[in-house]
């Protein structure tokens, strides 16, 4: 049977990256995507934004809400300190197993765990399973309805500190009304929107940013 398009994009990193070379196996995957087939990586332009952030930040304790390939996990861990973690949390068992390999490839693992999850499931068990009392950032980039109820189950779990930044992929497309409308509105987060492009294409696309007040 055919393959499956994040089984192409792993053969690409295997065939073009070089291994423990994170910026080459990034530039591999937004080659193919540009040229050949787009997949939905959050792509080299938003992906600058999200470096800057994560190296203003200097996380130690990360939470990612959709791993898909891995590309963005990629261009998190490779900024992050050493002692640094990201947890990244994937549905789809396909997604999950071509991460891992990517993961594996850049030689990240030791920085990443991937539970194969829904995100409900398991951030209520992120103190108890992880050690981890709150995450310094959260990368938003999974099911666009979870957004908002899994930024308040988070809140409900006790996950978001004071000075918690949230950053939000595909605010504009698809589009997330809702995330949007409450975090803009709530007084316990000072958010800001980075305007941009939808990966490898030119429709509009941002990102939204917020630290948490918890005021
Ligand atoms: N742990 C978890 N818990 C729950 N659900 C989970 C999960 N882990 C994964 N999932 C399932 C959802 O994963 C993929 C979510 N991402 C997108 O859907 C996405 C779509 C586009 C897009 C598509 C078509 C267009 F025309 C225009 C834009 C662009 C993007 O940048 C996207 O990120
Ligand atoms: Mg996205």
Known sequence: TRSTRPQRLLKVVQKHATRGDPQSVISAIDHFCRRSEWAMNIGDEKG??????VSELNPEKVLELGTYCGYSTVRIARLLPPGARLITLEF??????????????????????????????WIPRMTEHFGIETFDFVFLDHWKDRYLPDTKLMEGCGLLRKGTVLLADNVICPGVP???EYVRN????KSCYFKSHLEYSKAEDGLEKKSVFLG
């Open 48 to 53: 600058s934004i999200l470096d800057s952030v």
């Open 92 to 121: 789809n068992a396909d997604y999950a197993a071509i991460a891992r390999q990517v993961i594996a490839w850049v030689g990240l693992e030791d920085k990443v765990q991937l539970v194969e999850s829904a995100s409900e499931d």
């Open 178 to 180: 809702d995330y949007l």
């Open 186 to 189: 709530s007084l316990s987060y």
